[in-house]
């Protein structure tokens, strides 16, 4: 019944608390990175959420779009922003996908969303991790992060699925809390974005 049913309402209502709370830093940010980024303070990405159904993810915007000479863009490290590093460590970019919990495309907690391109190279093991809505924090960002591999992430978002429960997502928020501030496994050693997954 949680799962199916008062997870959802739970989440409506807390993320819509949420935003709410967080609105005077929402629109600080939103000023900061609109100035930084060009006049571009949101980051559109299109992600699969429940069953695989593809929407449009919302983050705040932590690198700006710089090309070289060539016209490519230049990488991670030279496109990041000073306010863009510290939105990134202190996990700010995620607060606007609070809109996408109220929306119905996110939970609070659940698998995090990854990239489209990645649905034909799961394994059925893999692809149940698209049985709920994917979470702004879950399982896996709780147990490393960015800091473990491919494997480990998708039997730490499998196991959820599998496990669901209040009391489990309490643990969740609560842990994911201490990680912010202690910014453990935001990313892979010496890279800004985590390694891409190639498939078993």
């Known amino acids: 019944m949680y799962k199916f049913f008062f997870k959802r309402i739970i989440d409506f209502v807390l993320a819509l608390l949420g935003l709410c ?9 939103t000023i900061g ?9 949101f980051f559109f990405q299109l992600r699969p959420g429940l069953n695989g159904v593809i929407f449009k993810i919302i983050k705040f915007k932590t690198m700006n779009d710089k090309k ?16 863009g590093a510290f939105v990134r460590k202190t996990s700010l970019d995620e607060i606007p996908q609070l809109l996408n919990v109220i929306k119905g495309d996110m939970s609070l907690i659940g698998p995090r969303p990854l990239l489209p391109q990645y649905l034909p190279l799961y394994d059925e093991f893999q692809n149940k991790r698209h049985e709920v809505r994917p979470g702004i924090t879950g399982w896996a960002q709780v147990n490393g992060r960015n800091s473990i591999s491919w494997d480990k992430k998708f039997e730490y978002d499998v ?42």
Not at 33 to 41: D, R, S
Not at 68 to 83: A, E, F, M, P, Q
Not at 159 to 172: A, E, G, P, R
């Open 68 to 83: 070289d000479v060539s016209g490519i863009l230049l990488g991670d490290y030279d496109r990041i922003t000073k306010i």
């Open 159 to 200: 196991w959820y699925v599998q496990h669901i429960s209040v009391k489990l997502d309490v643990k969740i928020f609560f842990l994911t809390i201490k990680k912010v501030f202690i910014r453990e496994g935001i990313n892979m050693q010496g890279q800004v974005t985590t390694e891409a997954f190639k498939g078993n």
């Open 33 to 41: 990175l609109y100035f930084a980024n060009q006049g571009k303070p």
């Open 21 to 29: 709370l967080l609105s005077p830093l929402f629109i600080a940010v």
